[in-house]
């Protein structure tokens, strides 16, 4: 395994950018379609959805990575400078974009921002409980988890094609129209299953499902703010409060999340460990197709039922 280069962040961009100024290959015009380059798992489902054979999307999350995992390199930076759009989540979950579009400088890049005008959730407006002194102020960026909100953001990607490339408008405005619709539907048919349940709560591993939790009228509380942190005793304990008072029956993982605390806390707690995917990483086939958002979300849900039901 070769070593990480011991330059630090700013100047290993710099010279990656200087790398490609010397030697970056000018894209054909017209060969491949509009150029747009995508962030993290979902908004490169409701890109490509939208896009169809109009553009080429690159995602620069890696297929298996997350938004956390992503490094400065000369595929990523050269995707940015031959890019005409960049697609992004934004609420603070690409906190790696910054440095590596000020790196490619590409004056001809277009952002669509797909939380532009989506209501947003802060740690105080979704778990007063959750009171341990961690940072609660913030936005939450889990937006793509409601259908509704995942609508908006779909839209908003369409607007933002439709200008960068007009003479694509119908195509991406059909494929829109195609894709809210799915997600219409989907909300329908959640809020549906969980109709019954309004008013109960479950426990995820990190604090990816307020968005959700609030469409359907359920109450979402976490272990940890977010994956990288280790849980107190405090967190133990509240999440073991919790789940007695709410008398679940599973924890809410996540894919890539195996963490002994959540595991030894459900074996304490005599409940399962369940999965909960907040779609922030998947294998190159699932960001191909936008049907992977449709399965995760019914797989979510039937999961949740079996962790909320008595």
């Not at 997350?66 to 390199?73: I, L, R, Y």
């Not at 959540?262 to 999965?275: K, M, P």
């Amino acid at each position: 395994m070769a070593p990480r280069s011991s330059l630090p962040r700013p100047l290993l961009l710099v010279g990656l950018a200087g790398l490609l100024t010397a030697c970056a290959p000018v894209p054909a015009p017209g060969g491949k379609g509009l150029q747009v380059v995508t962030t993290i798992l979902p908004i490169t489902l409701f890109t490509r959805a939208v896009a169809g054979s109009c553009a080429e999307v690159t995602a620069l999350v890696p297929p298996g990575s997350t938004a956390h995992d992503v490094q400065a390199s000369p595929a990523s930076l050269l995707s940015l400078r031959q890019a005409r759009v960049l697609v992004k989540n934004g609420l603070g979950m690409e906190t790696f974009l910054e440095p590596l579009v000020r790196s490619a400088q590409n004056p001809e890049l277009r952002v669509i921002d797909s939380s532009r005008g989506v209501a947003t959730l802060t740690g105080d407006e979704h778990d007063d409980e959750h009171t341990d002194g961690h940072a609660h102020g913030s936005v939450n960026p889990h937006i793509w988890l409601d259908p509704l909100r995942a609508e908006q953001q779909v839209n908003t990607i369409r607007d933002g094609l439709v200008q960068a490339d007009p003479g694509c408008a119908a195509t991406y405005r059909r494929n829109a129209a195609a894709t809210t619709a799915s997600l219409r539907a989907l909300h329908a048919e959640i809020a549906g299953q969980l109709r019954p349940y309004r008013g109960r709560s479950f426990v995820a591993f990190h604090d990816v499902a307020p968005y959700f939790a609030q469409r359907y009228g359920l109450r979402a509380t976490f272990l940890v703010d977010v994956p990288e942190q280790n849980p107190s005793p405090q967190d133990l304990q509240r999440v073991a409060q919790e789940v007695q008072r709410s008398q679940l029956r599973a924890l809410l993982s996540e894919p890539q999340e195996g963490r002994r605390s959540f595991n030894a806390l459900a074996e304490d707690l005599g409940v399962r460990i369940s999965v909960f995917d907040p779609l922030e990483r998947g294998d190159a086939r699932a960001a191909a197709d936008f049907g992977t958002y449709l399965s995760v979300m019914r797989r979510n849900t039937t999961n949740l039922l079996e962790a909320i039901r008595q």
